[in-house]
């Protein structure tokens, strides 16, 4: 994952700049200049630098105490960037209900392994849904952040949250969430599970959120 071992302040400014990227063209350019800084930003770009706190006002470079870490910074960003540019591409004309939204974003961003960003655009959402529309996304969540965890070698807290998540989304209907498909994803992380509980091997990538069409 590549935000692994930078500061939180800078993997939530990060965060923000890729959650946003999903609609706002001024947080795409943001990300573009932190995956390829070069001199001043464009003034869009810049306001949102400088509001998460990666730049000053009219800055040209990141802040001190976040160049140490402006290779991983960069490649996260580029991730990101993925994730916006398929997201857009994807989204239909009629986006739907608010957990549809945030469903079809999280997508995208997992895809690009993202899950710290997941989970916040999923918890959102989480927060005022009801029934198991809400019991379904607390388990893409908790499996969210158990890959977040195993990213950054947090073996325990991977499998506790990968059982946790795998049992919430056994006990809802495979129709919960849509447009999400949660057969499918039962289905490809058990092999993670299976590995996270015997402690390895485990498989090369998580799978992909798979969305009906």
């Not at 070698?153 to 989304?169: H, K, S, V, Y």
Request: charged share 20%; glycine share 8%; net charge neutral.
């Amino acid at each position: 994952m590549a935000a692994r071992g930078l500061p939180l302040p800078l993997r939530n400014a990060l965060a923000a700049l890729a959650i946003a990227a999903l609609e706002d063209d001024a947080a795409v350019g943001a990300l573009e200049w932190v995956a390829r800084p070069a001199g001043e930003p464009p003034a869009s770009a810049g306001r949102w630098l400088a509001d998460v706190h990666l730049i000053e006002r009219r800055g040209t470079t990141l802040l001190a105490v976040h160049a140490p870490h402006a290779e991983a910074a960069a490649a996260h960003a580029a991730r990101a960037l993925r994730a916006a540019e398929a997201h857009r591409a994807s989204a239909p004309p009629c986006p739907g209900d608010p957990i549809t939204v945030a469903v079809r974003r999280a997508a995208a961003l997992w895809r690009e392994r993202l899950f710290f960003e997941v989970h916040e655009v999923l918890e959102a959402v989480w927060k005022t849904a009801a029934g198991e529309p809400r019991h379904a996304l607390q388990g893409v969540i908790q499996i969210a952040v158990a890959y977040h965890h195993f990213a950054h070698g947090n073996l325990r807290g991977a499998r506790a949250l990968m059982t946790e998540g795998r049992g919430r989304l056994g006990g809802v209907s495979p129709g919960a969430l849509p447009p999400l498909d949660l057969g499918a994803l039962l289905e490809a992380t058990a092999p993670w599970a299976d590995a996270l509980a015997a402690g390895g091997p485990f498989p090369y990538d998580p799978p992909p959120l798979a969305l009906a069409l």
